[in-house]
């Protein structure tokens, strides 16, 4: 029975296992490059923006397809504004264009990593603001001549990157050392957290119950 009991404590440490990194893998912070002193309606300006993997180099996992800019007015309207890659990773621009007065709050879009809902606030007319980062910590990377503008860490900023990745290596070979690693991480293939954990407590007390049973029955 003590079989029963080393086999179920694995099955649950194998589960936690799986599930840490989908808590610290899919997410990024976007930035802007510096923006227009002021903004009016009905005018279209080039916004350059970047698209960080946990805050501190490109997308590791290869293509990370269509992105865009979204501006969501104070009655919740959204319009987006589809980005188009720049020749360094990473880097996008987007032709914005507010179709009225107001404030707008710009965040990223996408289908790949976990969005970044607060990039900006805009005052229509009026001025861009930049969000604080929430980087503490941002991973080693080795950018080259064109590299993004990271605004001030927040006061309350907490978040570090991950370690463990390559960041040192150039992009192209980055993204084949760690294409392996990161399609490991997908969105939707680790389970949440808490599932496991519930699932992990189920298991063990399944192996207890058969261990009194057991010990009932050989009595």
Known sequence: MRRILVVALAVVAAALSTATPASAGNWEETLLDPPPARVEAGVTYTFGYWILQ??????????????????????????????????????????????????????????????DPLVAEVTVPGPVWIAPSQMKERAPYAWGAAHPSFPPAAADADTAAPGGYPTSQPAQARNVATRGHETAEAPGTRLPVWLVI???????????????????VNR
Request: aromatic share 12%; no cysteine.
């Open 54 to 115: 946990h805050g501190s180099y490109p997308y590791q996992g290869g293509d990370l397809g269509p992105t865009a800019l979204r501006a969501t007015d104070e009655n919740g309207t959204a319009v987006e504004f589809p980005g188009v890659a720049a020749a360094t990773a990473g880097h996008y621009s987007a032709e914005v264009l507010f179709p009225h007065d107001g404030k707008w709050i710009i965040g990223s879009q996408h289908e790949v990593l976990m969005t």
């Open 198 to 216: 519930v699932g992990g407590a189920v298991t063990v007390g399944f192996a207890f119950l058969l261990v009194r049973r057991y010990r009932r």
